[in-house]
């Protein structure tokens, strides 16, 4: 090989062999893997633990010119110029990936060529080339200075296939350059080297580390083995798209082809149904079974989402009324004899998809979706956006994530999980070790489109195969995801379900998971109740959830960082709230509370939990006027009741005194009630003082129960 050489070495950091020369028709040709469409892909190792991080490294950060770009129309951000911007998304892989830049045409003519500009310019050691397939077809690097001077710097006459399809070409000068770089314009022999030339970067630097093509992973996470779950669960067709409840109790999963599946609506078609299995003990697994119609039919059938409480569950599709389906998502409910309702169709605005697929999750509070979908504004296949609930139960229109999340390839089946900014998807378009990796990224404002760079969960988790639909439990503690990794089936394109215990630094932020029964107060049976969270003093809305019918439990994931009221609601009750701090919460928690309601009836005393007064004082904290609020509406509601309003004290101090404080809340909350237009002759107030104690215990827990506001319905 003829070259001229304006330096001391190339550096070629060939990381592996491979002989087979593959053309840019098997990027299109697609292999289907449970309904996703991937590729196949060429992979290695990340950069050993010691090679020199890429801090030092400017990428490219602007494309100045180009000789061509592959377009297609249905794709028209893929192999596109701008895709060299950044930092590598490919290598270390090896694939015609739509996430690099492609001249128009393979072997089109001698010199297809890129120019690129950085955000500063600087002397320059060396030169790095993401080669990310047909490597070996560089001719020519030209440097630009501060004036727009170009200096040849390297020049190869003779270039040939690489040893290997992809690598990182490094180009080491003698010594540093004697001018500023601001630009580089690399020259591609495509008629050397044929087929399809994709370059995934460019970068530039002051140092003689050689730049190394890296996976985002934190270094050292420490997993537990993967554990493949039993045969009670795997069989021997493909388990896919695992939804983990947040308990870790049940597993929900699509089955595919299963000869009890309810069959095809179409011959030949794949068929899916769900199917679940409950977690006994420890590796111990109860044998899987297929939920009954209405949710499984003669079509797709796949869970997306569980709530907390287990007793509503999202379903990919809507479920018409005529028993079709059609794009979109649906809600469930369980019911009092144990089965799910009819699944009621989401109203999502402007809702569509122009993939053949799509996933979508729902926010453990019920309040945000987030969907693999394809749109007008997507960035490749398939992105991830966001829509939240409205105050008429309908959906927004979808919003795209943005760039840090979505790539020129496909990013799909996201979970929220419970913190409610930690989120986990799989994609195909950043530097990882197989077709579709897993990765993590945290929401780090409210616009739901800043997030953390994604980082890849480690090839413990990630396979050189398909790794996906990944699922976690509340307390962070265990992964559960479909992969081909160490799968006994037949063929590439069938999966089990593993798991795997997180390390603490891809886990979500800790939260409280709160659990308990709905009582009726007076007869002290369960009930079946819808339940509503909020975040006080603001009393914005912070999620729902719904009992169960037959037994009344409930669940509900509480964030850390903030004080919480909750309380369940049903016809002709009235609701007994609780309330709980959150604030400071560094630890996974699972704490029992059960709720009350008390029919509305003459004689019955509800409690306001969440009325808060300044310690000595009739003066209210701002966390009491959420409570207050509902009172107000209470009354409102229902205009021929008249209440009494009692006030207590604890047992310490002076009993006048204590008389004369609760005399003075209690004339607050009546005061309160006026000024929002409540007649003064409803409402009748009675201080109690210390006179009637709950307990007579003087511990901390005993005084706060002794200190409380109720009020009494007189009449109705």
């Known amino acids: 090989m003829q070259s001229t050489f304006y330096f001391l070495d190339i550096f070629l950091a060939d990381f592996f062999s491979c002989s087979k020369k593959v053309s840019f028709c098997l990027f299109f040709k697609v292999f289907k893997i449970i309904g996703i469409f991937g590729v196949g892909i060429l992979y290695f190792s990340p950069a050993p633990s010691q090679a020199q991080t890429n801090t030092n490294v400017l990428w490219a950060s602007e494309v100045i010119d180009f000789s061509s770009e592959y377009f297609d129309e249905n794709n028209p951000t893929q192999h596109t110029a701008k895709q060299v911007l950044g930092k590598p998304n490919v290598l270390p892989a090896i694939w015609q990936s739509p996430c690099a830049w492609s001249p128009a045409r393979p072997e089109a003519r001698q010199d297809e060529w890129i120019h690129v500009g950085f955000e500063k310019a600087i002397f320059v050691k060396q030169i790095a080339i993401a080669e990310s397939f047909g490597a070996g077809a560089i001719s020519a690097i030209i440097l630009y200075d501060t004036e727009d001077k170009g ?35 690399i020259k591609l022999n495509t008629i050397d080297v044929g087929g399809w030339n994709n370059i995934d970067a460019i970068g530039i630097s002051e140092s003689e580390i050689p730049i190394k093509a890296e996976i985002n992973i934190t270094a050292d996470i420490p997993f537990n083995r993967v554990e493949r779950l039993p045969q009670t669960v795997n069989s021997p067709y493909s388990e896919i798209l695992p939804v983990i409840s947040p308990d870790g109790k049940t597993l929900f999963f699509d089955r595919k082809n299963h000869p ?108 945000v979706l987030i969907m693999a979908i394809r749109r007008e504004d997507t960035f490749g296949s398939r992105d991830l956006y966001v829509s939240f609930l409205q105050k008429d139960n309908s959906w927004s229109v979808p919003k795209n994530m943005g760039a840090m999340l979505n790539s020129a ?224 509406i209470f009354m409102l509601e229902n205009p021929t009741i008249t209440i009494e309003v009692e006030g207590h004290t604890d047992l310490e101090g002076i009993p006048t005194m204590n008389m004369k404080l609760s005399a003075l809340r209690v004339k607050a909350i009546q005061d309160y009630l006026v000024k929002e237009k409540i007649d003064k002759k409803r409402i009748e107030t009675r201080p109690y003082g210390s006179t009637n104690p709950i307990t007579r215990k003087r511990d901390e827990e005993s005084k706060k129960l002794n200190r409380r506001v109720e009020f009494k319905i007189l009449s109705y």
Not at 523 to 538: D, R, W
């Open 151 to 185: 200096h040849l710097i390297y020049k190869n006459q003779r270039t040939e296939p690489a040893s290997t399809q992809g690598k990182m070409f490094n180009l080491f000068l003698k010594k540093k350059t004697t001018y500023q770089v601001k630009s580089v314009k």
């Open 260 to 367: 009890k599946n309810t069959p095809s609506i179409s011959a030949g078609k794949e068929n899916d149904d769900v199917w679940f299995s409950r977690h006994i003990s420890d590796t111990v697994w109860s044998e899987a079974e297929r939920l009954n119609e209405p949710v499984n039919n003669n079509q797709h059938n796949y869970v997306c989402s569980v709530t907390p409480d287990g007793n509503v569950i999202l379903l990919a599709n809507a479920y018409l009324p005529s028993g079709k389906m059609d794009q979109g998502a649906s809600i469930s409910y369980k019911t009092i004899d144990g089965s799910w309702s009819y699944p009621e169709p989401l109203k999502i605005k402007d809702f569509y998809n122009t993939d053949k697929y799509a996933e979508i999750c729902l926010s453990p509070n019920r309040k």
């Open 409 to 632: 390839a496909s990013e799909i089946t996201p979970t929220l999980s419970s913190d409610n900014k930690t989120l986990y998807f799989a994609s195909n378009g950043r530097s990882g070790y197989g077709s579709f990796d897993m990765y993590v990224s945290r929401r780090l404002d409210d616009t739901w489109t800043n997030w953390s760079e994604p980082l890849n969960l480690g090839n413990v988790l990630n396979s050189a195969g398909w790794d996906a639909g990944y699922s976690i439990d509340a307390s962070g503690e265990y992964a559960y995801f479909a992969s081909s990794k160490h799968s006994n089936k037949t063929t590439a394109s069938e999966l089990d379900i593993y798991r795997a215990k997180l390390h603490v630094e891809v886990r979500p932020d800790p939260i409280l998971l709160i659990s308990g029964t709905v009582y009726n107060s007076k007869t002290k049976e369960p009930i079946g109740a819808k339940i509503f969270y909020e975040m006080l003093p603001s009393g914005e809305n912070a999620g729902t959830a719904q009992a169960e019918p037959q037994t009344g439990n409930y669940k509900i994931a509480l964030p850390p960082n903030s004080n919480y009221g909750f309380l369940a609601k049903s016809r002709g009750f009235v609701s007994v709230s609780e309330n709980i701090d959150a604030t400071g919460n560094e630890v996974y928690k699972e704490i029992k509370r059960d709720l009350y309601l008390t029919p509305i009836e003459v004689g019955q005393k509800i409690r306001l939990n969440n009325v808060f007064f300044e310690q000595g004082t009739a003066n209210f904290l701002t966390e009491s006027y959420p409570e207050l609020d509902r009172l107000v």
